[in-house]
């Protein structure tokens, strides 16, 4: 429940910062998102999760985000498990970067970033050993010097020999190389590219899956925010290509459920709470009855923790 109240808090200064971009209509579902959790425990009130609540959905507001960002997590981990053992792929993580620029350079840069991207993974070599990816927009804002940092973060699938097969290898310095090449900017000095070691891939996971913007930056002030939003609203923030893209089609099919955990907890109560100025109040417990245990207990897992 911390978790929960503490994004809520942060939706609260949400609205006031978005007001002046949404229409009532919206604004009123940002008012009223998650006022109403709908939550179950085990039998030792240790264990929890969230069955249901009125959720807005909307892209800037930190619970909705938080939500969605757990779903990617497991989604993504599940599609590189698949990729590993259907298709005998290992991954690489990938972060691209370039200089700082102010608000007003932000929008160009990012779709700058875009047709970047797209010329380096259309040269040859990288079409040789990349079978698909699964890539992240990111910005964070650096208050010091009121200035913005895109970045993608991306996870590369590669065949199984790819590290020893030199026709495929691409060494950091190329990659360094190909992404000068391609944005056409000699000033960037620094790529990341990275083997994934699969049995702890929760960071590299974390680091595409969770938020493109974190609202610790974006709920700074009202200059900050009217940026993160003029800029990221309508933008793709999370892209997924070649292998996984296919994966990511089975994946909503729930062809790939078999890959899932069952959630190891039995819950027996339910719990209601609903939101007050400050902090949720609880307003009703009781044990579930026989149909609600059955439907609550021994499902699959469909959300996974991040690293913030």
Known sequence: MEKYTQKKRKNQLLQTLISKHVSKKTLERVKDCNTFL???????????????????EHRFCPVCAWKKARKNAMKISILMEYLKKEEQKEFLFLTLTA??????????????????????????EVKTAVKGYV???????NKDRDDYHPHFHVILAADKHYFNNKRQYIKRDRWLELWQQSTKNPLITQVDIRRVKHTDNKKEVSEIAKYSAKDSDYLQDETVFDTFYKTLSGK???VYSGL?????????????????DMDPTYYIYQIFYHWGKTDYIETERKLMNQ?????????LLDETDIEE
Do not use: W
Not at 44 to 55: G, I, Q, V, Y
Not at 103 to 121: Q, T, V
Not at 291 to 299: A, C, G, V, Y
């Open 236 to 238: 793709r923030l999370i």
């Open 244 to 260: 996984f893209k296919d994966a990511s089609t089975l994946y909503e099919t729930k062809a790939l459920d078999h890959y899932k």
């Open 291 to 299: 149909d609600m245990l059955k439907e609550i207990n021994q499902t």
């Open 38 to 56: 709908f939550m179950v425990a085990d039998i030792t009130m240790e264990k929890t999760k969230l069955h249901r609540s009125n959720n807005c």
């Open 135 to 141: 890539r992240k927009l990111e910005v964070t804002y």
């Open 99 to 124: 200089p700082n620029v102010p608000a007003g350079e932000l929008n160009d840069e990012i779709k700058h970033y875009n047709n970047s991207f797209k010329r380096m993974m259309q040269r040859k």
